[in-house]
């Protein structure tokens, strides 16, 4: 498909960026790598009049700050992210969950800012343009839902797909914002709203500037598992992701983080399931539990041919199985990526 006329503008520092979406006044879009954005545009699903490139940009590298928290720039690509040894050594789940993004030129290209602020997704919302149904659903400013036709207006259930989002929910992280009156701070799961229609919780301003990582304590571990039809080159069909501290001795589980994504709307915490570990031993029956009751909690929407079924039944498996894998690490059973 052609693309339509844009005004195309490139921005020389993140606050100039800012500056010109507020004089665009929500007709302007950031483009980083491009790799969500123009597949949108080309069908049509996005249409900015004016894009502001941040490709004059250099991004920080990742640092490590005085009180052990890491700070990455949201203009790192994924490639770069995956390869840094500083995030290879202390942060390997958020490497492997940029190592799990679509194929090498996505990740080259892509930006870890674009990767959190993609677009919720559809089967019936990305197809071909000349493959899209006649009248458009609620997402596009039409007055049908395909796959949920009992849905109202303000209902979308398309799917948020960031598999680097769950890990950063699971590690704890916060993001940088940057707006007209300067930079504001938010917990990641705070970015994003739950609504498919407008999945962040971002004024058309605003920018995010950079994820921060807050110091791993003591005896902890990490597990992270992306399922896949094809198992690489294509987006999740569910992605866990687990943080787990253990007490001393190893025999409790004193603290667990779990996130999902390619769920919901937005990459999910599992509250019920993280309660039911606390301060538990956390055998092959506690960790089944645990898996179960994140799968209820989560609710998957089913997505992209994905039963409902289905999902709660992959995370089932698949959620004990990195629960296990952070427990063990937790323990000091390092296991291999
Ligand atoms: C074939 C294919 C496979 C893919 N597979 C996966 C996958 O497996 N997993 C996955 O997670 N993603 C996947 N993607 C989606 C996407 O390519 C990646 O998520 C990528 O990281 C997006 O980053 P980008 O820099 O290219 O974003 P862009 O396309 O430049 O931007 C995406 C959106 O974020 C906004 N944005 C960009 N940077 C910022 C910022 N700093 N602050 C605020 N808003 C910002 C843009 O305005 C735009 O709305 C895939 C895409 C394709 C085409
Ligand atoms: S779930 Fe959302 S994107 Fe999909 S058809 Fe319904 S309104 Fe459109």
Known sequence: MILFDFGYERASSAQDAVARLARLGGDGRLLAGGTDLVPSMRSELAMPATLISLKDLAPEAPRLDADGSIRIDALTRLADLERANLIRERLPMLALAARAVGGNQIREMGTLGGNLCQETRCLYLNQRHDYQFAAPCFKRGGECCYPFPRNKPEVCWSVHMSDIAPALVALDASVEILGVNGTRRAAI???????????????????????????????????????????????????????????????????????????????????????????????????????????????????HGFTKRHLTDNLKVYLRRTLEQALERARGKERPC
């Not at 031993?281 to 989560?298: H, K, M």
């Open 189 to 303: 799961e705070e970015l994003y709203s739950g609504s498919g229609l407008r999945p962040l919780n971002l004024d058309y301003a605003e920018l995010v500037r950079a994820v921060t990582i807050p110091p791993l304590p003591a005896r902890w571990g990490w597990g992270f598992h992306k399922s896949s039809v094809r198992g690489g080159l294509e987006f999740g069909m569910a992605v866990c992701a687990v943080s787990m501290r253990v007490a001393a001795g190893g025999e409790t589980c004193a603290e667990a983080r779990i996130a999902l994504g390619a769920v919901r709307e937005r990459p999910v915490r599992a509250p019920e399931a993280e309660d039911l570990l606390a301060g538990a031993a956390p055998d092959d029956a506690r960790l089944a539990l645990a898996a179960a009751a994140a799968a209820a909690e989560a609710n998957p929407l089913p997505h």
